[in-house]
């Protein structure tokens, strides 16, 4: 499949330049045309000149003055053509390219959603139907229905940053700001996935008694996909930081891994939507590609700002920075 798009690009790439190179060499036809044309018609006005006119050195001049200015009036036209041209034959090229990149991204969605849903179902199902037809001892039920509801959160996670990045990108979520304990909030998401994964270290400094002023099922939101996105890319013997912190003017919520990192050049893409560093083919880590673009939709409804940085001697440091009102 990928193979075929490449394919594709390539032979649209191929029908592009060579319309655009057409375009341009008959750019430059239709103006050696007309410049001949002008010397042309020139020429012979000159020659229907009578060189034994008292005024025949300024008739000249006005033949010659006549067709420079239809010269210039040429080359006005050809670069305002040209430039109308390039102008958009870049917007074409840009608007093309982010076009198949979306696609391409959607199909990586595609085929990241289809996973994450099948995941979940057939360990839920296979759980289930363990319950039912064999005889376990107390522990063992426990550990499958523990797992069994895992799966159903990453399930309802999953619907849940779909719906709302559908709502939040249509426009039609409807917010209901209010002042939250956001210390509170932060502890309750952190209590949420040491039960999930009690056996993942998740370590906090977080100052008492923060309050902001936002949408707290949307801050859960961003939190959590924060937390999970640090869980699913670091090592698990490694601990992850959550924090907040203060100052005068903005209240800081970060989340540090130790991780692999993000290299430099995918810091600018991570927050897009559908993006995934790496081939859906052949990343480990689940996910879809909507996590951090929900973040970053979440922090700027709240006027936040949401960046990514290197953490000390690896990893990432994820900030949200809400301005103090």
């Known amino acids: 499949m990928i193979g075929m798009q490449k394919k ?15 375009m341009l060499a008959a750019l430059l036809w239709w103006f050696i045309a007309l410049e001949k044309q002008n010397r042309l018609i020139a020429n012979i006005r000159l020659s229907e000149l009578k060189k034994d006119d008292i005024s025949y050195t300024l008739k000249v001049a006005v033949v010659e003055s006549a067709a420079k200015r239809k010269t210039i009036q ?18 074409v090229f840009r608007a093309t390219r982010r076009q198949i990149r979306l696609s391409h991204q959607q199909q990586n969605f595609m085929m990241a959603v289809t996973h994450e849903l099948k995941t979940p179902i057939a360990i839920t199902q ?41 709502q939040l990108d249509a426009g039609i979520y409807s917010k209901h700001l209010q002042e939250i304990n956001f210390t509170d909030l932060i502890h309750g998401c952190i209590d949420e996935f040491r039960n999930r994964f009690p056996q993942r270290i998740i370590e906090e400094k977080i ?12 801050l859960q939101m961003l939190a959590n996909n924060l937390i999970d996105n640090a869980l699913k890319y670091a090592p698990k013997d490694q601990p992850i930081l959550v924090s907040i912190s203060e100052t005068e003017s903005h209240i800081h919520f970060s989340v540090i891994d130790c ?8 810091k600018k893409h991570i927050f897009d939507k559908f993006y995934r560093i790496g081939n859906e083919n052949t990343r480990k880590a689940k996910g879809t590609g909507l996590g951090l673009y929900l973040c970053r939709k979440i922090a700027q409804s709240h006027k936040a700002n949401i960046s990514v940085t290197d953490n000390t001697p ?3 440091i994820f900030t949200v920075s809400f301005k103090r009102t």
């Open 8 to 22: 594709k690009f390539a032979l649209l790439s191929m029908v592009y330049w060579f319309l655009l190179s057409y």
């Open 74 to 91: 040429y080359i006005g036209e050809g670069l305002t053509f040209l430039g109308l041209i390039m102008f958009g034959a870049v917007f």
């Open 126 to 166: 296979l759980n289930l139907e363990t319950l039912q037809k064999r005889q376990l001892d107390n522990e063992t039920k426990q550990k499958l229905i523990r797992n069994t509801l895992q799966e159903a959160n990453r399930l309802n996670t999953l619907c849940n940053n779909i719906l709302f990045a559908s």
């Open 207 to 218: 100052n008492e008694g923060v309050y902001l002023h936002g949408e707290p099922l949307l």
């Open 259 to 266: 991780g692999q990192g993000v290299p430099a050049a995918e």
């Open 314 to 316: 690896q990893g990432s």
